[in-house]
């Protein structure tokens, strides 16, 4: 489970935008040494699920699992590439017999068409509310004068 602390700036409908600093998670990376984002470490914002009610100001540990972590992966990365390479080869071998362009043309135009048909299947599912609740990161602790008091 990946975690962070931060601080809630906003709340809303069950939801808390909260301030965090990538530095700490930073610190656990294997590249940290030759990472050059980490003299750029600022202040993000993440929208986190609030179940524990955080009020503005409240210090919090938010975390997200590895798991939740490598689907959101694959479908924002693999799977778009992986819809292009499709495409191409569906232009390659098969579409170009359909119409009356060049076979590059028709390549081109489909692997297009896949990457961009995947990206808007990723998008449509990640708006609906319970698709995208489950690839949130939520808040799991809630900390008053440095002192844990909701687990």
């Given amino acids: 489970m990946l975690t962070e ?6 709340k809303k409908h069950g ?10 998670m930073c610190s656990h990376c294997l590249q940290k040494d030759s990472c050059t984002n980490m003299e750029e470490c ?6 986190v ?5 955080a009020k503005i100001g409240d210090r919090v540990l938010i975390a997200i ?15 778009p590439i992986l819809s292009m390479i499709t495409g191409g080869l569906l232009g390659n071998f098969l579409f170009y017999q359909w119409f009356d362009y060049s076979k590059d043309i028709i390549t081109i135009l489909s692997s297009f068409l896949f ?15 319970k698709v ?11 900390f008053k004068n440095n002192i844990e008091i909701i687990k």
């Fill in 5 to 10: 602390q931060g601080i809630v700036k906003q």
């Fill in 15 to 24: 939801y808390a935008t909260v301030t965090t600093i990538r530095k700490s």
């Fill in 42 to 47: 600022k202040d993000t914002m993440v929208e």
């Fill in 49 to 53: 699920l609030n179940d524990f009610n």
């Fill in 65 to 79: 699992s590895h798991n939740t972590l490598t689907k959101a992966t694959f479908l924002t990365y693999f799977l």
């Fill in 115 to 129: 990457l961009g048909t995947s990206m808007a299947i990723v998008i449509f599912f990640s708006k609906k509310k």
């Fill in 132 to 142: 995208g609740e489950s690839f949130r990161p939520k808040i799991i602790k809630i």
